[in-house]
């Protein structure tokens, strides 16, 4: 077998031959490489930082992201970093950039020593009110549980950490599980090695958390074990939306949620030719181009008539469809499930599609069960403020389950995406030391379809206008969804710098900005 041939190193030498410093110009970046590693240099006045070039969440090209001030955005899933420390300032990254000392000499700039450090090492002295608390328990170890007990450590603090979840996995990362299905089920979902939670003093307890006793400060698990707390983050997620029909329970059907779900359908594959995806959600159309891509006959059922339509509008969702259609796909819109057989599903229109594989994604619900038998006051959601704190002091909610205020649309809103989950984690471990950081990030998500990512900023429920910017037809563009003149966010197609401007504009509330952005080409829908 002929061996693989190594890619080539992107740019210029830094270590032997340096960039002129006349081709670095004041906001300009350059990737180099040093040392056989790609090397980003940047330059802010007369400041140039050197990091390492590829993004420590999914290794992406930063040299194509957003230079922002003295940060720098990722272009594939908008993390942000410190050029100055190499500190990963948002999720989805969690560890830091590696620097590398520059050098100046002879009018050129040289890449020397890279430095690294310990991903969860405090940049600078401790962060934290003086009393603060000395046990934090954490329930959940999924995105927002597992980046709070990061944080907490990246933040300085000392006390006892410890976190609950009835996974015996947990954490990994829940977004990889429906992009793909390895034969051997060996999918590197992994948010970190073996031993890491443990090298950093975080305690990870597998079991199934029954109540939460508020007055005593305690959390309760089955096996009759208790948690006493300080402080609490409540992070339990979201659960699967189960069939309600005939033959829901046969072995054949599944859902995607954990990464035993994850294994399940890896298993269901073998021997397996012919597959249905009931719900064109995002995971149910990942999902669909996963098998496809393991050569699967793949038919998607569900009711409505254009998929992802109540998300991304009639255009985006009509290119995804016809993305999918391309490569195999077969839907059956307008439609659902009224029965599943041992090999086969019928439709309500007595439609009967063969089948040897059935994942069911319609949806989830938050797990609210803790929180409300807590008495903690729920509202959609758990109602947390600015602060993500609950109604009881103390006690904490972030991800899926929290319903927060959110100062960009105006409105109380609760989202179910990772990077949201994570950025929340991160905001209610500052606040359990007492630092009183409002939460007032941008919700971002990606959903890859083939190779095709969709990326889109803001949160938009209702809309009376979607503004198109490109051409979906040729799958590149943007999607503007605007109410009452405010664009509440963007969806982006192949601009990806365009969706981290996007971004930008809305944190800071500039509908000039985003007007600029989208103008050109642009047709406003009415809807």
């Given amino acids: 077998m002929a061996a693989t041939a190594t890619p080539p190193l992107p740019g210029p030498d830094l270590v032997a031959d340096g960039l002129a410093l006349a081709d670095l110009a004041d906001g300009a970046m350059v990737t180099g490489h040093a040392h056989g590693e790609p090397v980003l240099l940047a330059r802010r006045g007369d400041e140039i930082f050197a990091n390492t070039a590829k993004c420590s969440h999914l290794g992406a090209p930063l040299g194509q992201g957003l230079f922002e001030g003295d940060t720098l955005r990722c272009p594939w899933h908008h993390a942000c970093f410190s050029l100055r420390t190499g500190e990963a300032l948002r999720a989805p990254a969690l560890s830091p950039l590696p620097c590398w000392t520059v050098e100046r000499r002879d009018g050129r700039a040289y890449v020397a020593q890279k430095q690294e450090r310990d991903p969860l090492a405090p940049v600078g002295p401790p962060k934290m009110a003086p009393a603060h608390p000395a046990a934090i328990v954490i329930v959940g170890a999924g995105a927002a549980g597992s980046a709070a007990a990061e944080t907490l450590r990246r933040e300085g ?11 015996a996995e947990a954490p990994y990362d829940r977004v990889l599980l429906s992009k793909s299905f390895p034969a051997d ?6 948010l970190r090695p073996a031993g890491f939670y443990a090298g950093h003093n975080i305690s990870l307890v597998h079991g199934e958390v029954t109540s939460l006793d508020v007055p005593g400060r305690r959390v309760l698990l089955a096996d009759g074990s208790a948690h006493a707390f300080d402080a609490l983050l409540l992070a339990t997620g979201a659960a699967p939306v189960q069939l309600d029909i005939p033959g829901h329970d046969l072995p054949q059907v599944h859902t995607l949620r954990s990464l035993a779900d994850h294994h399940a359908v890896v298993a269901g594959l073998a021997g397996a030719r012919r597959a249905v995806v009931l719900g064109a959600s995002f995971i149910g159309l990942e ?4 098998l496809r891509a393991k050569g699967l006959e793949v038919h998607v059922v569900a009711p409505e008539k254009t998929p992802l339509v109540k998300v991304l509008g009639p255009e985006l969702g009509e290119m995804v469809r016809a993305l999918h259609e391309e490569k195999g796909v077969v839907f059956h819109l307008g439609q659902s499930a009224a029965s599943i057989e041992k090999d086969a599903v019928v439709l309500q ?5 063969p089948a040897d594989l059935v994942v069911v994604g319609i949806g989830v619900r938050p797990r609210l069960a803790l929180a409300e038998a807590a008495g903690l006051t729920i509202d959609k959601g758990v ?9 009881t002091p103390g006690i904490y909610a972030a991800g899926d389950i929290a319903r927060w205020p959110d100062p960009h649309s105006g409105e109380n809103i609760r989202v179910e995406h990772w990077v949201v989950a994570q950025r929340q984690g991160q905001t209610a471990a500052r606040n359990m030391l007492g630092l009183r950081e409002r ?12 190779d095709l990512s969709i990326r889109y900023v803001g949160h938009a429920e209702k809309w009376d206008q979607a503004p198109v910017s490109g051409d979906l037809a040729k799958r590149e563009g943007s999607v503007a969804f605007r109410a009452n003149g405010k664009t509440l966010a963007v969806a982006s197609v192949k601009r990806d710098i365009e969706n981290l401007k996007a971004e930008v504009a809305l944190e800071a509330d500039d509908e000039a900005a985003l007007a600029r952005l989208l103008a050109g080409n642009a047709s406003v829908n009415a809807v």
Avoid: C, M
């Fill in 157 to 167: 603090y000392e006390g006892r950490i410890t976190v609950l979840d009835g996974e």
């Fill in 185 to 190: 089920g060996k999918q590197p979902v992994a």
């Fill in 287 to 290: 999902v669909a181009g996963s």
């Fill in 349 to 353: 229109n007595g439609e009967r599609l």
């Fill in 383 to 391: 109602a947390v403020n600015e602060y993500l704190e609950t109604s």
């Fill in 439 to 450: 939460f007032e990030a941008v919700p971002f998500f990606w959903s890859k379809h083939y």
